[in-house]
């Protein structure tokens, strides 16, 4: 076969590439753990039905045939719309369909990460892509759900991503919003197609203040004076208590106050506060954050690398007063997505974070000659018993090669069995495993410094550092 | 929506069964880390004549396609045959493509473990799924591939099933063949179709001798002299060294020793010597293994769980001269892959392995009531700096209820968090943050024993068993 080239939209790393991943994944379940959230997964298809009821995603969905039904001609049962599968292309609408399949076997309020693939048939473009991982955790009620987990969510996350920082992760700013205070605010403003008024605002970034307000008047029937109202909203933001009062301010010199602008500003205010004193310059209200709105009904987050903006968001959510429903009993979310592979992308591309090498490998163990590898088995065994990660070399080539071999890996240190101690040199192949303590003149030479020293592999340690291969900051000069 | 079904073929676990998985995912992975393979993950599609190339998998290949491309009516360029995609049915196939492609930037011999989720458009049955887990170890060679990967890879996968066996996973058995014994055997008895005469005795166990004897002859055209010793050649089995003489001697008497008999049962003699020192009892060569022979070209292995035989081989691989090939360069390999989800679906079933909870916290922390909150989080926050998993009641609900929401989820402990020490209660709002360890008066009680004591939230360690939910054997009666 011709040597094959990338798909474009399928990323893959390199194994140091997978060990930054890997690093970013860890810390973040870790920290999910450490909250209290299960992980879970669900299988990687879905009716096609179910993926498709969100109206705006239907078009990025990967459905799926068997090619043995292509041979069989009929029209088989599975092509059948109601029997079609789809590769979910997000966490969310599976993990609403594990509720209500389980409900009856989980405890609520249930708390869950789930850390998967997910796909979407998009075009690809930077930081998009067909195949991806995302991080997701949700807390989801029975009937009802406390504000609180609201706040703790965000932080949850926020405490996730932050404990990345020492590996050359940016800082992260956690955007939030709330839709009670945009559509109460609209609502007083007499604008009652929130929803229009939502997408329009959701421009700004994109064509300006002007243009969202001609957009406002012409699509939306707004006034002059309720398009100013809606843009001088969307310039809120800040990190303290403030922020509420400048919305209430501006509400009240429109006279656009309602019960629902108030119950949104106090979520806000509260959500605002808790992240203050928890996670101090992290979550800042941003009320121009319109996109998300349209389906969640309570706070909304969205997350920017401090430096990296243009990336988009990498990770978002929010609340949901229907996360799930059997008709019978409704499940209240909510819950944020990490876009892994969107962050990991960047973090490497950007040069960020690099791996201190690409293998587990702490010590290869060089072979003096082929009669003697299980000498060099019996060592590398000996390591492994103790957690020291050791390969053996693969051939009993010159040392020179051997340290090459270990050099090229970025593997610390080399290992060389001494003589058998008592034995005689055509024993060894025999002897070998058992008297792996008893062999004189064991020498590990690490071969950054060229120090080479006696060594016992029954008691031998590595520095710490160099246990396991580690993702660090890219020094910047 | 109405209450979903499982998908036949489509498995996934509750949190505890989970508990299970991540499990023996960790074991496995963390043994092939000390091993040195690497981890690597490839994306979830190839192109779809890549994954025909092997004529006999076609049937079993889920197709994707977007639909929107449904839509846009005309034909697409992705419903090209050469540029459909679909979804991996092993991790070999993706491996080999990921070698070709990245062949300039992996250094070799390259060591790696793969664990990730395959699709299989099969009838779901027993131990068969569409979707499942596989955990694959391979080593690949540029041009070449010592003999001695043929040795160490089973062992290593021997060694990462055993370390299962305290949490209750039986005992394995790797069964072992080489295709250089039987393909040399076959061609001294004068049987030329080699792959022909695998076919047949492959039917061993489903049709009996004799049936298999009568297709020999009716349909390989064997003599009943030579049906007889293919017969006597498969019943040839055991762990050790006698194995080889016996198939020797079987050769020896109807005259159809050959070389490349000899080298393969120098080869499996070999295996089976390494394999009774450092795993005795666990390999076990067993001459009928003809499934796999006729695609690998050395060493093949399968795996079978003892007293669980039926389910079919756990774990099965073997040696291929050609993994992959650009044209100018060759890489052999050799290799093995655990079918996780067919394990786990089995401990599970069969109630052989449980989880001490489905959710990692180890303490729930009270709360009094909703105003007391930040101090109950700030307990939380102090437990989890210290590596503590740790969740807060969803609502102040009297005390016995929050133990019970304890209860049910398997939390060991709940925390009370005692009152402010020297500052008024009205004013622990504000200052819970700041002084978790100054507070009079904590208390944690074990629910399991009812223990209740006098705990700090900067001190207090739970006992090492509980830290996480693990996986335990179930007791037998």
């Given at each position: 076969m011709a040597?094959?080239?990338?798909?474009?939209?399928f990323?893959?790393w390199l194994p140091?590439?997978?060990?930054v991943?890997?690093?970013?994944?860890?810390?973040?379940?870790?920290?999910?753990e450490?909250?209290?959230?299960?992980?879970?997964?669900?299988?990687a298809?879905e009716?096609?039905?179910?993926?498709?009821?969100?109206?705006?995603?239907?078009?990025?969905?990967y459905?799926?045939?068997?090619l043995?039904?292509?041979a069989?001609?009929?029209?088989?049962?599975?092509?059948?719309?109601?029997?079609?599968?789809?590769l979910?292309?997000?966490?969310t609408?599976?993990?609403?369909?594990?509720?209500l399949?389980?409900a009856g076997?989980?405890?609520?309020?249930f708390?869950?990460?789930?850390?998967q693939?997910v796909?979407?048939?998009?075009?690809?473009?930077?930081?998009r892509?067909?195949?991806?991982v995302?991080?997701d955790i949700?807390?989801?009620?029975?009937?009802?759900?406390?504000y609180?987990y609201?706040?703790?969510l965000?932080?949850?996350?926020a405490?996730?991503?932050?404990?990345l920082?020492?590996?050359?992760v940016?800082e992260v700013?956690?955007?939030?919003?709330?839709?009670?205070?945009?559509?109460?605010?609209?609502?007083?403003?007499?604008?009652e197609?929130?929803?229009?008024?939502?997408?329009?605002?959701?421009?700004?970034?994109?064509?300006?203040?002007?243009s969202?307000?001609?957009?406002?008047?012409?699509?939306?029937g707004?006034t002059?004076?309720?398009a100013?109202?809606?843009?001088?909203l969307a310039?809120?933001?800040?990190d303290?208590?403030t922020v509420v009062e400048?919305?209430r301010a501006l509400a009240?010199?429109?006279?656009?106050?309602t019960?629902?602008?108030?119950?949104?500003?106090?979520?806000?205010?509260?959500?605002?506060?808790?992240?203050?004193?928890r996670?101090?310059?992290?979550?800042v209200a941003?009320?121009?954050?319109?996109?998300?709105?349209?389906?969640?009904?309570?706070?909304?987050?969205?997350t920017?690398?401090v430096g990296?903006?243009?990336?988009g968001s990498?990770?978002?959510?929010?609340?949901?007063?229907?996360?799930?429903?059997?008709?019978?009993?409704t499940?209240?979310?909510?819950?944020l997505?990490?876009?892994?592979?969107r962050?990991?992308?960047?973090l490497l591309?950007?040069?960020?974070?690099?791996?201190?090498?690409?293998?587990?490998?702490?010590v290869?163990?060089a072979?003096?000659d082929?009669?003697?590898?299980?000498?060099?088995?019996?060592?590398?065994?000996a390591?492994r018993?103790?957690?020291?990660?050791?390969?053996?070399?693969?051939?009993?080539?010159?040392?020179?090669?051997q340290?090459?071999?270990?050099?090229?890996?970025?593997?610390?240190?080399?290992?060389?069995?001494?003589q058998?101690?008592?034995?005689g040199?055509?024993?060894?192949?025999?002897?070998?495993d058992?008297r792996?303590?008893d062999r004189?003149?064991?020498?590990?030479?690490?071969?950054?410094s060229?120090d080479?020293t006696?060594?016992?592999a029954a008691t031998w340690?590595?520095?710490?550092?160099d246990?396991?291969?580690?993702?660090?900051?890219?020094?910047?000069?």
């Amino acid at each position: 076969m011709a040597r094959p080239h990338p798909l474009s939209g399928f990323p893959e790393w390199l194994p140091d590439g997978r060990v930054v991943e890997q690093h970013v994944l860890e810390v973040l379940r870790r920290t999910f753990e450490l909250h209290g959230f299960a992980g879970i997964e669900t299988r990687a298809v879905e009716p096609l039905d179910q993926l498709l009821r969100k109206g705006e995603t239907s078009k990025e969905v990967y459905v799926l045939r068997r090619l043995q039904d292509d041979a069989d001609g009929a029209e088989p049962a599975d092509r059948q719309p109601e029997k079609q599968l789809g590769l979910h292309f997000d966490l969310t609408v599976p993990f609403a369909r594990y509720v209500l399949e389980n409900a009856g076997r989980l405890a609520f309020p249930f708390k869950r990460y789930q850390i998967q693939k997910v796909w979407r048939g998009e075009r690809p473009q930077d930081g998009r892509f067909r195949e991806f991982v995302q991080a997701d955790i949700d807390v989801v009620g029975a009937g009802e759900l406390p504000y609180h987990y609201e706040v703790e969510l965000p932080l949850v996350m926020a405490e996730a991503l932050g404990a990345l920082r020492d590996v050359g992760v940016p800082e992260v700013r956690v955007l939030v919003n709330n839709r009670k205070v945009a559509e109460g605010f609209y609502r007083g403003l007499g604008l009652e197609d929130v929803e229009g008024v939502l997408r329009q605002v959701d421009k700004l970034d994109k064509v300006g203040p002007d243009s969202v307000a001609a957009l406002l008047q012409d699509e939306q029937g707004a006034t002059p004076e309720q398009a100013k109202a809606c843009l001088e909203l969307a310039e809120i933001s800040g990190d303290d208590a403030t922020v509420v009062e400048r919305v209430r301010a501006l509400a009240a010199s429109y006279d656009a106050g309602t019960d629902l602008l108030e119950t949104g500003l106090d979520e806000l205010g509260a959500l605002i506060d808790a992240a203050a004193r928890r996670a101090p310059g992290v979550v800042v209200a941003d009320l121009k954050i319109a996109r998300g709105l349209d389906y969640y009904t309570g706070s909304v987050y969205e997350t920017v690398l401090v430096g990296h903006e243009e990336l988009g968001s990498i990770c978002s959510g929010g609340r949901y007063d229907t996360l799930a429903s059997d008709g019978k009993n409704t499940y209240p979310g909510v819950g944020l997505s990490v876009g892994v592979s969107r962050l990991v992308s960047r973090l490497l591309s950007a040069g960020l974070v690099t791996a201190t090498r690409g293998v587990p490998t702490v010590v290869l163990v060089a072979v003096a000659d082929e009669a003697t590898r299980p000498q060099s088995d019996a060592v590398a065994t000996a390591l492994r018993a103790r957690g020291i990660a050791a390969d053996v070399a693969p051939t009993a080539a010159k040392f020179g090669k051997q340290i090459k071999f270990a050099d090229r890996r970025g593997i610390p240190f080399v290992w060389f069995p001494g003589q058998p101690g008592d034995t005689g040199h055509d024993r060894a192949d025999d002897q070998a495993d058992d008297r792996a303590d008893d062999r004189a003149g064991d020498q590990v030479k690490d071969i950054r410094s060229g120090d080479q020293t006696d060594a016992d592999a029954a008691t031998w340690e590595p520095p710490a550092g160099d246990l396991r291969p580690r993702a660090v900051a890219v020094a910047r000069h």
